[in-house]
């Protein structure tokens, strides 16, 4: 698709490294994956191919490309993701058939990116029907499309680099060509059972940010008690404190082991399979600037072939291999998350009044570690959408 052709894994713990730093920044950049995932779990190659070209081209110009994932709206959350609780969410944001395309209107809130996207994700239902999860639509839209506006960018606790902002669609006109298609009969039914497999994957990647937060604070609390003495002594050299610096590493190590093995499990029987097939597809810098590979490249994934094979590529995945990523995914999301929250709190227990202090960093560190225990479906919702996985049954048979 002209980018780096590296397995997907490898930019998810990069993002770990970079949340060790600063989790907002991780998630700034993570975001656009998510819409990436959303839109491969159409199995539209050619929609795909919109986001792929958009990002490459931007990318060769040195200018960056944000995308948004627009889902959740005022009367609708965590409980818009989940099909047990979704008799509950409030959902107003609708597509209407019209000729050449479609009109959303409607408006989303908490959009991560929403203010800096070129171009949205977005999940729309269809306006003939009754807002079940049968109902919902995929669209690629056009930041600059009429009738978009960004009222307002929440004032958050943390994560405050990565913006979340309301996106309302009045009336936005979508053509045909951006509405992401699964190919089969029952489309929209499709998109929704597509939603839950994302997740499966992007809690994982929320598992990765949590990771690189506990790292960071087992790091700033080294460094710490490294420079400072406790009742005239050295800090590091006394037994308790080393104690508690174990702890910190252990979590750190606890919680990377959790993510990956999520990750793995995702790019093993998941939505990342196809992506992370083993297949090393990189063409050199010069030949993917050529014109005629772009061409070539371009007619490759517009025809119908490719698109068949993506999509034969994809539903290799069988349901009990779906069922599985996804357990392991809310597994991730919310033992990582814990586990961040717990190293936050220690360091700062550890540092003392100083914790506290903006210069140091560890309360910043757990003010943005609280939003990864509610983005991607609160944790409460994750461990009810992991006790129902088939997965469970089957482990509770085989005892």
Excluded at 152 to 164: F, I, L, P, T, W
Aim: charged share 25%; with cysteine; proline share 3%.
């Amino acid at each position: 698709m002209g980018g780096a052709g590296t397995h997907p894994i490898a930019a998810f713990i990069s993002y770990e490294l970079i949340a060790t730093h600063c989790v907002g920044i991780a998630n700034l950049l993570g975001v656009s994956g998510l819409a990436i995932a959303c839109v491969m779990a159409t199995h539209d190659l050619r929609a795909l191919s919109v986001i792929t070209k958009l990002i490459c081209e931007n990318e060769r110009k040195g200018i960056p490309t944000f995308l948004s994932t627009c889902v959740t709206e005022p009367g609708a959350g965590s409980d818009a993701e989940d099909p047990e609780e979704f008799d509950q969410a409030i959902l107003r944001t609708t597509s209407k058939k019209v000729e050449g395309g479609y009109r959303i209107n409607g408006n989303k809130i908490f959009i991560s990116n929403g203010s800096l996207a070129s171009l949205h994700v977005v999940i729309a239902y269809d306006a003939a029907g009754k807002h079940r999860p049968e109902d919902m639509m995929v669209f690629l839209v056009d930041s600059d499309s009429k009738g978009i506006t960004i009222p307002r960018n929440e004032k958050k606790m943390g994560q405050k680099v990565c913006s979340a902002s309301e996106v309302v669609f009045d009336d936005v006109f979508v053509p045909e060509d951006m509405r992401c298609r699964t190919g089969t009969t029952k489309e929209t039914a499709y998109a929704y059972s597509g939603l839950s497999n994302v997740l499966g994957m992007t809690r994982g990647v929320v598992g990765g940010f949590a990771t690189g937060v506990a790292e960071g604070a087992y790091r700033i609390a080294l460094d710490y008690v490294r420079r400072n003495e406790f009742l005239g002594q050295p800090m590091e050299q006394q037994q308790w404190v080393r104690i508690e610096l174990a702890n910190l590493a252990r979590r750190a190590q606890v919680s990377r082991a959790t993510y990956l093995g999520a990750l793995f499990t995702g790019a093993t029987m998941g939505l990342m399979e196809p992506a992370a097939s083993g297949m090393d597809l990189k063409l050199p810098d010069a030949l993917n600037e050529h014109t005629n590979v772009k061409k070539i490249r371009n007619q490759i994934v517009q025809s119908d072939m490719a698109n068949k094979w993506f999509r034969l590529l994809a539903n290799r995945q069988t349901l009990t291999g779906r069922e599985t990523t996804c357990a392991y995914g809310d597994v991730a999301k919310v033992s990582c998350t814990e586990l961040a929250m717990e190293n936050c709190q220690k360091a700062i227990t550890l540092m003392g009044k100083d914790g506290l202090r903006h210069e140091f960093g560890a309360e910043k560190l757990l003010r943005d570690t609280k939003l990864l225990q509610i983005y991607e479906g609160t944790n409460q919702v994750n461990l009810l959408d992991f006790i129902k996985r088939r997965v469970i049954r089957q482990f509770d048979t085989a005892l």
